[in-house]
């Protein structure tokens, strides 16, 4: 099978005929095409290139506006999330003060078993609460 490609190879058209095929590639990353096309597509339709600077200048202003959008969602977004977490932790903060003052009470009162079980539940609870949240955090980013 080897002895038999050099001899394909001889018998090309393009060897005998002494032509070479020479290919050119170009790639364009701009939304306009480049000045030769777009001197050439006037020719064909004259206002063809006022027309094309014009779409591409629109497009331009729509992606524009969709970012500044994007980024007020996001920065709302932002604002909610610092809320909600300026409050929860107010509410906690609140709810320990409040749990506190509660066994603190029953211990004035004379109460202790009473004090210490609702302390022994608070601490219960707030432990809950965070390992809680902390399994959430670690899993929204593992998402």
Request: with cysteine.
């Amino acid at each position: 099978m080897s002895d038999k490609l050099p001899e394909q190879q001889s018998n090309s058209p393009q060897k005998q005929s002494g032509q070479v095929l020479v290919t050119e590639t170009s790639v364009n990353f701009s939304p306009l095409p480049p000045a030769q096309e777009l001197e050439r597509l006037n020719q064909i339709q004259p206002g063809i290139v006022e027309r094309i600077l014009r779409m591409a200048e629109l497009e331009q202003e729509i992606r524009h506006e969709h970012t500044r959008e994007v980024l007020q969602l996001e920065k709302r977004n932002l604002q909610s999330l610092n809320f909600n977490i300026r409050l929860s932790l107010f509410l906690g903060f609140g709810s320990v003060l409040v749990s506190t003052g509660m066994c603190g009470y029953f211990a004035y009162l004379g109460n202790i078993e009473a004090a210490a079980d609702a302390a022994k539940w608070v601490i219960v609870s707030l432990a809950a609460v965070f390992i809680t949240g902390r399994f959430l955090q670690y899993k929204r980013k593992g998402e």
